[in-house]
């Protein structure tokens, strides 16, 4: 399944951490919603995540296709984060991505627990 695939792709660009490699697995309108930058537009988000970023490695856990409608596909995985500032964290991650026809992804919603690096990040932006 192309989409899966997509996913699979896009698990490993958080790893490589390329702005330009990732978003081309988006639409030009795309947005994300997630818990630290808020709603913001696709290519906006990965800029700025990936320059927040020391290092990081994703391990997909499952893939879940929606019974009322194939284009929503959620991927759920372990994300071990090192911010700029060397702070590491490891969390679960569920994002769910909606896609458009042409198989790119048209809208992604990040859901994850942010208590334990909500501080650190916060302090990274001062």
Known sequence: MQIEKTIRNYLKGLEVGSAEEIIKLFSPDAVVHSPL??????????????????????????????????????????????????????????????????GKIKELTIIYDTSKIRTSFEDMKK
Not at 66 to 77: E, K, L, P, R, T
């Open 37 to 102: 930058y808020g709603e913001i537009q696709a290519k906006k988000f990965y800029q700025n995540l990936f320059k927040d970023t020391s290092k990081s490695k994703t391990t997909l856990i499952n893939i879940f296709v929606s019974q009322n409608n194939s284009q929503i596909v959620a991927g759920h995985f372990r994300y071990d984060w090192i911010l700029k500032d060397g702070t590491p964290t490891s969390f679960e991650c569920v994002d769910v991505f909606r896609f458009v026809e042409d």
